[in-house]
């Protein structure tokens, strides 16, 4: 129902556009350019077929909007960044058909003999730019 009611507003606001392109507009004769009042000194014009499909389709556009709208809105969606999403799910299979292998647990390493050695200085890091003073004064040519 969804998808039909999405296929559906796009058509209808394809053909709107279509359709609202094909009239002529109001005033677009060469009266209205120089402050004429163009159609409305002659009174109301007659209603064309084209007006009138204008008018249904406009009408259909709004109501698919306000339906998908609504749709939407009740339509339970789940972010890709929920916290449900991100957390991995046991017993899946992977892409290619084999189940997720178990981590592998190394042995602890041995802790290495203490000896009483003494701890080398901490050496500061070499800066990788000099530093140069900060002035105030213009630069001398």
């Known amino acids: 129902m969804f998808i039909a009611l999405v296929v559906l507003h796009v058509l209808v606001s394809i053909f709107l556009v279509l359709v609202v392109l094909l009239q002529a507009g109001r005033g677009a004769e060469l009266g209205a350019a120089f ?5 409305a000194t002659y009174g109301r014009t007659p209603t064309t077929p084209l007006a009138k499909l204008t008018t249904g389709l406009a ?5 698919t909007s306000l339906t998908l709208a609504f ?3 009740e339509r339970p969606t789940e972010s890709a960044l929920s916290p449900s999403a991100m957390a991995p799910q046991s017993g899946t299979a992977a892409p290619g ?3 997720p292998a178990a981590p592998a647990t190394a042995p602890a390493p041995a802790a290495p003999a203490q000896t009483a050695a003494p701890a080398a200085p901490a050496q500061p890091a070499a800066p990788t730019a000099p530093v140069l003073p900060q002035t105030d004064a213009p630069a001398r040519k």
């Open 97 to 99: 058909g084999t189940p």
């Open 59 to 63: 009408v259909v556009f709004m109501v």
């Open 35 to 39: 402050g004429g009042l163009g159609q």
């Open 71 to 73: 749709i939407a809105n």
